[in-house]
């Protein structure tokens, strides 16, 4: 079982300032998030088979979408030149 | 002292090269032993957590450096939300990969061949070396 991440971690840094840096401990917001994605899936999968047409689809979107969120956990981007940094990570 | 740099060192003792010579070879055997001790060792076959890709580029002269560490279980996810995708969308990506002249029908990617593909991935190695930019892909 994959958990989802933790934190997340954002730095972006522009001519040697330092312009957005974030440190967010989601693991915080995760069961608000779960107590809403319980809430709102009737509707969510009432509006996907509308639009997609397709029962199978209406119904493995969302656990989808979630195994794809908790596979973020340890993706790690650091992009940096001489004017500028941006860093992402996942925990 | 490695067994190379003695055999080099061993050779200018005895002139059969020279001082210039001698550098260059110590060089490259720096280098060379540099890349091994940065090439991962896999845990073992299909044990690998992460693709990487690390491009270091000082040709542009603009000193770039890219780290990106994806990891596999994200390629896995990936695949399995991307064969929700309807199929007139799919077409269109299709297309689209066409006239970049990407040659791959998502298609024929299907979840039950996903770990065949993160097999095949974990024993890719790709290192580039030209001329001030470095490219390396590998698994780790």
Redesign the interface.
């Known amino acids: 079982m ?1 958990l989802p991440p933790a934190v997340m971690r954002l730095y972006i840094a522009e001519g040697g300032k330092k312009k957005i840096s974030i440190w967010l401990p989601i693991i915080i917001a995760w069961p608000l998030i779960l107590a809403l994605l319980i809430i709102l899936a009737p509707i969510g999968i009432i509006a996907s088979y509308i639009y ?1 047409r ?1 029962i ?2 209406a119904l ?2 969302g656990p ?2 979630l ?2 969120i ?14 500028s940094k941006v860093r992402i990570y996942f925990a | 002292m490695s067994d190379e740099r003695r055999k080099i060192l061993d050779m200018l003792a005895q002139e059969k090269i020279n001082v210039d010579e001698a550098e260059r070879l110590l060089a490259a055997l720096e280098n060379l032993q540099h890349a091994t001790n940065l090439s991962p060792v896999p845990l073992s076959k299909g044990k690998s ?2 693709l990487r890709v690390t491009v270091d580029d000082k040709a542009s002269g ?10 596999l ?2 390629l ?3 695949i ?2 991307g064969s ?1 995708i ?1 199929k007139d969308a799919r077409q269109k990506m299709d297309l689209a990969f066409d006239e970049k002249g990407f040659n791959l029908d998502l298609n024929n990617v299907k979840p039950e061949n996903i770990e065949e593909l993160i097999e095949g991935l974990s024993d890719l190695t790709v290192n580039v070396d030209d001329a001030g930019t470095k490219v390396r892909i590998f698994c780790e």
């Open positions: 994959i997609f397709s199978r689809t493995l979107l989808r979408i195994t794809t908790c596979a973020l956990r340890g993706l790690k981007v650091n992009v940096a030149d001489a004017d | 957590r992460y603009q000193d770039t450096q890219v780290d990106i560490r994806v990891p279980q994200l896995r996810a990936g399995k939300l929700l309807p």
